[in-house]
């Protein structure tokens, strides 16, 4: 035996008139019910269609449509700004791969394009190493390396901050220093001499028509001592100096116990110094900026052919 329904059962006792007017109350309550689930099925639904054109757009670069940028947020009428940043990178992307594919040869055309990291990229820094004549604007740092180095050992200095930019505004070609990521590590300062053996004018004039370069200070900073800068740098500047056209000697001043030291670099005395500083004594010596490279680039023989080549006159001591 079938059983009527609540609603059923309350027709029965309704009028005609009154049972069409609730039935079709029924139908459109059904019909809304009806569009209401649609509408919250159709974002979901409509997900994979997204996605699929959001693809084809970073692909193949097509436009994006403004609806489908507003799926997500039905009721919003403007567009999420993620997903436009997302669609102009994509076609940002998209232009730069193509513009190189262009630009490379047809049968390079199939390689894979490099990935480039931000964070490998290298960084513009100072030179590891370098080595170039000084300026003023290096005075204080080779006045405070010299400073450390003979004050320490001697208690004097061979030049002062004053004459070491003195030396360095007049003469700039004569020095020589050695840098290291921009900081300097070793230095040569020098001038010229026109007269055989050194004298008191030597330590603070410069002479432009001189023939012997006079080599005031090589100092290293204590930091990178007993590494062999020193004779590497000195090796550098004789080298230099060959490529000089009027220098013919190399000559120096130091006390007692680095005759050895530049006795190994090829440096030779002359005999007592004429020049002392207060109770400190020193030996001259000196190194002949001559040979077959000097002869071959710089000599005067070749720029004057008929002018015989002069060298200062041998001494007892040089042999």
Known sequence: MLMNTPEEEIDDYMPRGNKTQIASVRVQKKKKNDGLQQEQLRPSTQRGDIQMQMRESVTHGRP??????????????????????RVAAGRRVFKCAMSSLMAQPSGEATQA???????????????????????????????????????????????????????????????????????????????????????????????????????????VHR????????PI??????????????????????????????????????GRCAVTVGALTFKEMYYPISGHAYMRRNSEAIRFPNAPLTLPPARANDR
């Open 64 to 85: 994006l449509k403004t609806q489908t940028a507003r799926l997500l947020c039905p009721s919003d009428s403007r567009p999420r700004p993620f997903l436009e940043r």
């Open 113 to 219: 394009l490099p990935s480039v990291s931000p964070g490998i990229q290298r960084r513009h820094t100072l030179p590891a190493s370098e080595v170039r004549p000084l300026n003023a604007q290096d005075a204080v740092s080779v006045f405070e390396i010299e400073r450390e180095a003979f004050i320490s050992a001697s208690g004097e200095c061979p030049l002062h901050l004053d004459e070491v930019r003195h030396f360095l505004n007049l003469c700039p070609e004569f020095s020589m220093g050695w840098f290291e990521e921009g900081r300097l590590v070793a230095f040569i300062i020098g001038s010229l001499w026109d007269r055989d053996r050194l004298a008191t004018e030597a330590l603070t004039l410069h002479k432009p028509r001189g023939s012997n370069a006079h080599i005031h200070v090589l100092a």
């Open 233 to 270: 740098l000195m090796w550098r500047y004789l080298q230099y100096l060959r490529c000089l056209p009027n220098v013919r000697r190399a000559v120096l001043m130091c006390e007692d116990h680095l005759v050895p030291f530049y006795r190994k670099m090829g440096f030779k005395v002359l």
């Open 223 to 230: 930091t990178f001592r007993q590494q062999g800068k020193g």
